[in-house]
């Protein structure tokens, strides 16, 4: 079945760095787009970016533009998202996600917490 495992969250300072994966099992990862949301806590889920097939990203939101950097390894059936100089409202948890034949399918999330 499709699985999507998100790692590399954590604690990290303001201006600090994390690169989160997400690897997907269940499916032909190469032929779908593939998508980062953020869930902050007492918000709602949002998006962050989309990668397509060729690794193209696209629909950065506008708080992340210039920060973020999402990328995929066809070949490792993984997705990234690179976050660079990381601010106390990125706190939240990232999902990574995807859509097969209609229904969206969704990680379990990675905390991500921005705090000095």
């Known amino acids: 079945q499709v699985q999507l495992v998100e790692s590399g969250g954590g604690l990290v300072q303001p201006g600090g760095s994390l690169r989160l994966s997400c690897a997907a099992t269940?499916?032909?990862?190469?032929?779908?787009?593939m998508s980062w949301y953020r869930q902050a806590p007492g918000k709602e889920r949002v998006m962050v970016v989309g990668?397509?097939?060729?690794?193209?990203?696209?629909n950065y939101a506008d708080s992340v533009k210039g920060r973020f950097t999402a990328s995929r390894d066809n070949a490792k059936s993984t997705v990234y998202l690179q976050m660079n100089n990381l601010k106390p409202e990125d706190t939240a948890v990232y999902y990574c996600?995807?859509?097969?034949?209609?229904?969206?399918?969704w990680g379990q999330g990675t905390q991500v917490t921005v705090s000095s």
């Open positions: 996600s995807t859509v097969i034949s209609g229904r969206r399918y």
């Open positions: 269940g499916f032909t990862f190469s032929m779908y787009f």
């Open positions: 990668v397509f097939t060729t690794g193209a990203s696209a």
